[in-house]
């Protein structure tokens, strides 16, 4: 092969490899979340526009391997809203399966780590129609501690009044 070539070709390679993961913080943050895996419970309350609150129970586990991370908020004992959170190359992403019916895709685009937070803004929705135009907009993450955690959720979208669903939750059992 022609020196020139070969060159090249090292530096094609190099130059389309992805960074290593383990440098962006959507990896690092998705490796803290993947530590949630078990059992939650806590309170929500609503506000910004809304108003309710009550108990709920999280329950958290893998799926995929290893690369997908479920989350379940069951309230008074049924499960009404589902999130997948996972990696997009190095973006950390989810999907909200909501009481609203309807999916919205987010992305995390802002993180603390010595917090523990990330911040996640929409990217679409899925699935929203007349009956069922509110959704998620944002959403909010930040493990407190290894045993607590407080999500929130920022919706809007719709011709109601939007809200902000702040959830306090302790680890009860480890996955």
Not at 8 to 28: I, K, Q
Request: with cysteine.
């Amino acid at each position: 092969m022609h020196p020139v070539l070969a060159v090249l070709g090292v530096f094609l390679l190099s130059a389309a490899a992805p960074p290593d993961a383990g440098e962006a913080p959507g990896p690092r943050m998705f490796e803290r979340l993947k530590t949630l895996a078990g059992e939650w419970e806590g309170t929500f309350e609503w506000s910004q526009g809304r108003t309710g609150s009550g108990t709920l129970r999280v329950s958290y586990y893998l799926t995929g391997g290893g690369s997908a991370l479920v989350e379940n908020l069951v309230m008074g004992g049924v499960p009404t809203m589902t999130t997948v959170y996972h990696l997009d190359g190095a973006d950390l992403r989810m999907t909200h399966y909501c009481a609203a019916r309807n999916q919205p895709r987010l992305r995390a685009v802002r993180f603390d780590e010595a917090q523990g937070s990330a911040e996640f803004t929409l990217v679409d929705v899925t699935g929203v129609g007349p009956k069922n135009p509110g959704h998620v907009q944002g959403f909010f993450v930040r493990l407190l501690d290894s045993d607590r955690l407080n999500l929130r959720f920022t919706f809007g979208g719709g011709s109601g009044p939007g809200g902000v669903e702040n959830i306090l939750v302790r680890r009860v059992r480890q996955g």
